[in-house]
């Protein structure tokens, strides 16, 4: 019922910086959560950042700093700034929703910090 679009992603250098965008289609009037999950494969996936209805925001400890979560409540639309990129923040990136009916997941895309 929730579709998720999911912009950006790519090779950047270590150090560098790259953004990503998700915009919710559906049924997204009940959305009260969105935000960004990555895994690597092999590993289970862990939370990035989440983003509110209510103006909340919350980090993984190992991209605080680093990365900046914002969103448009009004459009249900996610963007995450990655700055100050490491090597071991490689991985697919997955943008969620949390509604009333469930947890709805993008596509992903990846992102790939390399020399």
């Known amino acids: 019922q929730v579709q998720l679009a999911e912009s950006g992603g790519g090779l950047v250098q270590p150090g560098g910086s790259q953004s990503l965008s998700c915009a919710a289609s559906?049924?997204?009037?009940?959305?009260?959560?969105m935000g960004w999950y990555r895994q690597v494969p092999g590993k289970e996936r862990e939370l990035v950042a989440s983003?509110?209805?209510?103006?909340?925001?919350n980090y993984a400890d190992f991209v605080k700093g680093r990365f900046t979560i914002s969103g448009n409540n009004a459009k249900k639309t996610v963007f995450l700034q990655m700055n100050s990129l490491k090597p071991e923040d490689t991985a697919v990136y997955y943008c969620?929703?949390?509604?009333?009916?469930?947890?709805?997941w993008g596509q992903g895309t990846q992102v790939t910090v390399a020399s």
């Open positions: 983003f509110t209805s209510g103006g909340s925001t």
């Open positions: 559906g049924n997204i009037f009940s959305i009260y959560v």
């Open positions: 969620y929703a949390i509604s009333i009916t469930g947890t709805n």
